[in-house]
């Protein structure tokens, strides 16, 4: 219990306290002590200081902050996390014949520039590389912030006639945006790690086909792997890619904070870049056509939006299909008991559940307590204890205790498998379900400016009808701007209420045209 | 016959005679968008594509040229392959390159394999980020005189002038190990092993597609031990992978050894290499495992309380392989022809060409095609159906051999009606690797198409390693030594004399030690150099 590993975690902690004593206000200060007295548990509560609770579950494990600022290490826990996504998208992708690739990291201010709109949504976040070794370089390069620019010219060298459409390309790599707002762990990050996918088609219902399929496979990865419930739509005029023709997104939501969390993107960018890029093919009757391009995005942020949504004051919560480990398994020896018997049990379950498919794990570690590992197996959000006792040894049993809930069960070895798989899917489910019942609780339908205002305050994911017009949506803005940032578009779902007749917009008094989704945002 | 059969280039394919596109529009383009490959040693120090040799690009799209010879010039050939498989193409920036799908694939077939055996032996996947304060570079003297020439310098962000200027990482020595010290207490932190797959830059001035980018594709494993024979032990282990996974998957027979301290990475005690030998007989370092040793845990301070409580420095070791290796692979196979994929990583393991002369014929041998392609992937092989009606199949036949497809599967109207199937080997040329009437009934068919890969695989290997051991020479003098470079070989001997001796054959032959082999020969030794006693013999060559 007190080997030096222990005084590692309070090292760790005291650091934190350190780091957190001077942006806590009172009362703060007696938690913390108690803390550090256990090495262990979280110095606060999820509803009490919503990002201080973000950035210490983070810490656990999942990221270490670095030297700079918005840059940030990705640990083997959340790495694992991010191969699972990765191994499920990449699969699905090859299934759409997308083709995996790899464009430099480096682009020629030339080709950044090419595109006005899009060098202007850009520019302000890109770093430059000025100097190799010693010397300066002619021109500085940029480091891509996305590929668009690097891309199109070999598109437009590839592509000659349509037997070359459709081209379907991704890239799994790094990105660099040198924002200066807040950066938070996984969500906003300088350096971070994504997909590109990145398609030309013959044809615009090609182009939309796809938009959709990709951002389906997004809703996937959200509902079925994060379990974070989402809403697919249309990004405004405003808020869309820029330089493409339009942009859907999928968009999450956290309670806590009242913000909304772009999930991912998929961007229709029409021929835009086509006619700068000259990416144009022969078509069947030999004429000359430009394509219809496709980009669509997820990235590291995945992570955040499923850590905010699901962490509780124990720490992480994993849904166990994103779980690196989905079972531990945790002797619970006492002093005069079979302390092999009880190691071997463990040993046994864990073979058992591993070849079944199960990622599972023993913790036999004899320099740490009991006690101490299921704290420090919740803080790592492990959807599953096993816990085996001498009690249960005799009986033939193990006892499982769900991260998500905390109901116990003492189950018979016998049919200890299907018991765990069946688990593992009703807490993937239920984790779903609350998410989704604690978001809906927070979705609030207005009508008028007041009813806006209020719901702001609230912290509401707003749903008001709308006129649609850039103009309007800057002029909120405006309007609520303050310290935690102005109020925007989320999106317009694609599941539309109905939109009666005369309804008016909100902001404007102007007809509405659609209902879209508001609020303030990550 | 070869003749006639030989690769028109994908230029006059994509730009046939007839004239698609106004005149003016084709030259913009060409000139926008072909440079000739072997411009990208030579190409200057600017920074977008540049206009040079116009002329010499025309001729090259003018001419209606199959992929020039590897006997005749090693490097066009090369870049040729390059260019006409689709492997990769240049990058907009001098010295970058893109990666196409079918030269990323093969770094795909690379990176599956390495990544089970990593975790298999215990090391976790992590990233660390790109960016590295130039101040953490500096703070292990040699490692910073190593790598100072090639860094690339980020000192603008967000239109801002950074305080610090920051290296876009070269390696991740300097910054892993600024992390271990907070992470590493005590003994039982220990090992700590971790790997990350990463994009690496070093502002090289002679560039060469796969084999030397300022920017390529790696993974590179850290890892720290309580004690130096645990890291030895680790160093060593990593490189056994290495050479297994050369061996085994890509039938390239790498010579593992250690490198002469002059070789030895910035900043390692004991560098472990594995060295190839090229069709040109050129040296390539295939991958690298480094002892590194407690420099690093020195600068950094990474320290742990041992058993006793006592604080002791790390010893770590750091190993890598980058997408170097694929070049390595298309030196090492390659023919006149082109391109030659051992099977375990060719990204199509088995193409299929349908034959049809009438329109009758063709749904009968389409459809046959179709069945034997799905018996082929159900049995899990990598299977391309060409069923374009757009080229002859004496077309296909070169493009997929140009492609370097380990087996070929040709069905026509008489095979149809036979119910069997002709199977040719990409590695034995003409009819000695035709084989006809092989039942198309799945389990033959699969039995068989399994048995001809294995084949390949071995003979491939067979054929390097005797390619290899052709074109190393024993040698127990300078004169011999001499000699054996000259004549383009590789040349062994036993080597005990200094380091400026090692500097005067670089000069006066142009050849390096690439390695003391791990395999040593028997017996006493005298230094080549200078006739006292050896303990090895080192071999040396010109390298790439």
């Given at each position: 219990m007190d080997g030096p590993s222990e005084k590692k975690e309070k090292v760790v902690k005291e650091k934190v306290v350190k780091e957190k004593g001077a942006t806590s206000g009172p009362g703060g200060k007696k938690k913390k002590d108690v803390k550090k007295e256990t090495g262990l548990g979280l110095s606060v509560k999820k509803d009490e200081n919503f990002g201080e609770w973000y950035s210490e579950v983070c810490k656990h494990e999942m990221i270490e902050y670095y030297d700079i600022s918005g840059c940030y290490i990705l640990r083997p826990w959340s790495m694992a996390i991010w191969e699972i996504m990765h191994a499920f998208f990449d699969a699905e992708l090859k299934k759409m014949k997308v083709k995996n690739c790899y464009f430099p990291l480096f682009v020629s201010p030339g080709a950044l520039e090419r595109e006005t709109d899009h060098i202007e949504g850009f520019a302000p976040e890109v770093a430059?590389?000025?100097?190799?070794?010693?010397?300066?370089?002619?021109?500085?390069?940029?480091?891509?912030?996305?590929?668009?620019?690097?891309?199109?010219?070999?598109?437009?060298?590839?592509?000659?006639?349509?037997?070359?459409?459709?081209?379907?390309?991704?890239?799994?790599?790094?990105?660099?945006?040198?924002?200066?707002?807040?950066?938070?762990?996984?969500?906003?990050?300088?350096?971070?790690?994504?997909?590109?996918?990145?398609?030309?088609?013959?044809?615009?219902?090609?182009?939309?086909e796809e938009v959709l399929q990709v951002l389906e496979l997004y809703r996937r990865i959200y509902e079925e792997y994060l379990a974070v419930p989402i809403v697919k739509g249309m990004k405004s005029e405003n808020e869309k890619f820029a330089g493409g023709l339009?942009?859907?997104?999928?968009?999450?939501?956290?309670?806590?904070?009242?913000?909304?969390?772009?999930?991912?993107?998929?961007?229709?960018?029409?021929?835009?870049?086509?006619?700068?890029?000259?990416?144009?093919?022969?078509?069947?009757?030999?004429?000359?056509?430009?394509?219809?391009?496709?980009?669509?995005?997820?990235?590291?942020?995945?992570?955040?939006?499923?850590i905010m949504t699901h962490g509780d004051d124990k720490g992480l919560i994993l849904p166990p299909k994103i779980a690196p480990v989905q079972v531990v398994v945790i002797p619970v020896p006492y002093k005069d008991a079979n302390t092999q018997g009880i190691f071997d049990a463990c040993s046994a379950t864990v073979s058992a559940l591993s070849e079944a498919g199960i990622r599972a794990e023993e913790d036999l570690r004899d320099n740490y307590s009991p006690g101490w590992k299921y704290s420090n197996w919740e803080m790592k959000g492990v959807p599953l204890r096993i816990e085996i006792g001498p009690r249960d040894l005799e009986n033939d049993q193990v006892r499982t205790v769900r991260r998500d809930n905390g109901v116990k069960e003492d189950i018979p070895r016998g049919g200890l498998v299907e018991h765990v798989k069946e688990l593992l899917v009703k807490i993937q489910e239920n984790m779903f379900e609350v998410a989704k019942q604690k978001r809906e609780a927070c979705v609030e339908v207005i009508k008028t400016w007041d009813e806006f205002s209020n719901a702001l305050k609230e912290k509401k994911l707003i749903l008001a009808p709308w006129c649609d017009e850039k103009e309007v949506e800057i002029d909120v803005k405006g309007r609520t701007k303050g310290e935690t940032g102005a109020a925007k578009t989320l999106c317009s779902p694609f599941d539309q209420p109905e939109l009666p007749e005369g309804t008016l917009c909100f902001a404007s008094g102007k007809p509405a045209k659609k209902w879209t989704y508001w609020g303030r945002s990550y | 016959?070869?003749?006639?059969?030989?690769?028109?280039?994908?230029?006059?394919?994509?730009?046939?005679?007839?004239?698609?596109?106004?005149?003016?529009?084709?030259?913009?383009?060409?000139?926008?968008?072909?440079?000739?490959?072997?411009?990208?040693?030579?190409?200057?120090?600017?920074?977008?594509?540049?206009?040079?040799?116009?002329?010499?690009?025309?001729?090259?799209?003018?001419?209606?040229?199959?992929?020039?010879?590897?006997?005749?010039?090693?490097?066009?050939?090369?870049?040729?392959?390059?260019?006409?498989?689709?492997?990769?193409?240049?990058?907009?920036?001098?010295?970058?390159?893109?990666?196409?799908?079918?030269?990323?694939?093969?770094?795909?077939?690379?990176?599956?394999?390495?990544?089970?055996k990593f975790k298999e032996t215990g090391h976790s996947n992590m990233y660390f980020p790109q960016f590295i304060p130039y101040s953490f570079i500096e703070k292990e003297a040699s490692h910073v005189e190593g790598f100072s020439p090639e860094l690339a310098l980020v000192t603008v962000g967000g239109g801002k002038e950074l305080e610090e200027k920051l290296v876009v990482r070269p390696t991740s020595e300097t910054i892993v190990n600024h992390m271990f010290t907070q992470w590493i207490h005590s003994y039982r932190d220990l090992p700590l092993m971790i790997n990350q797959w990463a994009n690496v830059t070093r502002w090289e001035m002679r560039t060469k597609p796969f084999i030397r980018t300022l920017e390529f594709l790696w993974q590179e494993g850290h890892t720290a031990h309580a004690t130096p024979e645990e890291a030895e032990k680790e160093a060593k282990q990593m490189i056994e992978i290495y050479t297994r996974f050369a061996f085994e998957q890509t039938a390239i027979p790498v010579i593992p050894g250690r490198k002469s301290k002059l070789e030895t990475f910035a900043g390692a005690d004991i560098t472990y290499t594995i060295e190839a030998m090229m069709g040109d007989r050129k040296a390539l370092q295939a991958g690298t495992s480094h002892n590194l040793g407690q420099n690093f845990s020195r600068a950094f301070g990474t320290q742990f309380a041992d058993e006793n409580g006592e604080r002791q420095h790390v010893w770590q070791t750091s190993w890598a392989v980058s997408t170097r290796f694929v070049g390595g692979i298309i030196m090492t196979h390659g023919d006149d022809t082109g391109l030659m994929l051992p099977p375990k990583i060719a990204p199509i393991q088995v193409v299929i060409v349908p034959i049809w002369k009438k329109d009758n014929e063709k749904t009968g041998v389409l459809s046959a095609a179709s069945s034997v392609k799905e018996a082929l992937q159900t049995a899990g092989f990598r299977v391309k159906l060409d069923d374009t009606d757009q080229r002859t199949p004496g077309w296909k036949f070169n493009f997929w051999e140009m492609k370097g497809i380990p087996l070929r599967i040709e069905i026509g109207p008489r095979d149809v009606s036979s119910n069997s199937v002709v199977v040719s080997r990409r590695d034995i040329p003409g009819k000695a690797g035709k084989v006809f009437g092989i039942s198309m009934e799945a389990s033959t068919l699969v039995a068989y198409v399994k048995e001809k890969l294995d084949e390949i695989q071995s003979s491939l290997l067979e054929k390097a390693v005797s390619f290899r051991d052709s074109n190393i020479v024993d040698v127990n003098s300078y004169d011999e030594l001499k000699e054996a470079i000259s004549s383009g070989k590789w040349a062994r001997g036993p080597w005990s004399a200094s380091d400026a001796d090692e500097q005067r054959v670089k000069e006066e032959t142009g050849a390096t030690i690439r390695c003391y082999p791990f395999e040593q020969p028997k017996g006493t030794k005298t230094c080549l150099m200078t006739g006292n006693p050896a303990e090895e013999v080192a071999i040396f060559a010109k390298s790439y």
């Open positions: 430059w590389v000025t100097k190799s070794g010693k010397s300066d370089l002619e021109v500085p390069l940029a480091i891509r912030p996305t590929s668009e620019t690097v891309m199109y010219p070999y598109f437009s060298k590839w592509i000659r006639g349509h037997r070359d459409l459709p081209l379907k390309l991704n890239q799994w790599c790094n990105v660099v945006r040198w924002e200066f707002s807040n950066p938070t762990p996984f969500i906003r990050s300088r350096e971070f790690l994504w997909q590109e996918g990145h398609t030309a088609f013959a044809t615009k219902e090609e182009a939309d339009y942009t859907t997104s999928i968009e999450a939501f956290i309670p806590n904070t009242g913000r909304g969390v772009q999930g991912a993107t998929s961007h229709c960018l029409g021929q835009n870049f086509a006619k700068m890029f000259e990416i144009n093919y022969e078509n069947e009757k030999g004429e000359t056509a430009m394509v219809w391009q496709n980009s669509w995005a997820y990235t590291t942020r995945t992570i955040g939006v499923m | 016959m070869v003749a006639c059969l030989r690769v028109p280039s994908l230029t006059s394919l994509l730009f046939p005679a007839t004239t698609r596109y106004p005149a003016s529009l084709r030259r913009t383009v060409y000139l926008r968008n072909r440079r000739p490959l072997s411009g990208f040693a030579t190409a200057p120090s600017g920074t977008t594509a540049s206009t040079e040799t116009k002329s010499a690009e025309v001729d090259r799209l003018k001419s209606d040229r199959a992929v020039t010879p590897r006997t005749k010039d090693f490097n066009a050939w090369y870049l040729d392959v390059i260019g006409s498989a689709e492997l990769a193409d240049y990058g907009p920036v001098r010295g970058t390159m893109v990666i196409r799908p079918y030269g990323y694939a093969i770094w795909e077939a690379i990176q599956e394999y390495l990544n089970v």
